[in-house]
């Protein structure tokens, strides 16, 4: 007779497969998306840049491109500041640009953009 306390060996196994997983995980590759992006920030780094000049040089949607921004500003990527605007009666914009971590993973995957699409264009 089992003790009720004690899982039973299934359970065991399950457990350890997920705690397995979650430790031998590999680190993902940046999207196609990312990479487009990495590239367009790296080639205007360190300066600020708008998602409406990003969505005009990486031909991506603002559907893409905006929850790709917060997604690499909340992974320490990219930093992100809001800009008065150039106008009166405009509001303000954000900026973006790359931190040191980014460029760090634009430089590891410049191997990767020659591949792809022509080479990581540096600035």
Do not use: N
């Not at 990003?54 to 992974?75: A, C, E, I, V």
């Amino acid at each position: 007779m089992r003790h009720a306390l004690l899982p039973d060996q299934k359970q065991v196994d399950h457990y350890f497969y997920i705690c397995c997983y979650i430790v031998m995980r590999r680190p993902r590759r940046p999207s196609s998306q990312m990479c487009l992006l990495l590239k367009a920030l790296v080639a205007r780094a360190p300066v600020w840049c708008h998602g409406y000049e990003l969505m005009k040089q990486t031909g991506l949607l603002s559907g893409t491109l905006y929850p790709l921004l917060m997604r690499m500003t909340d992974q320490g990527l990219v930093e992100a500041m809001w800009q008065a605007p150039e106008q009166s009666g405009r509001p303000p914009r954000h900026a973006y640009r790359l931190t040191a971590e980014g460029v760090r993973l634009a430089q590891a995957q410049a191997d990767t953009f020659g591949a792809r699409d022509g080479g990581l264009a540096t600035a």
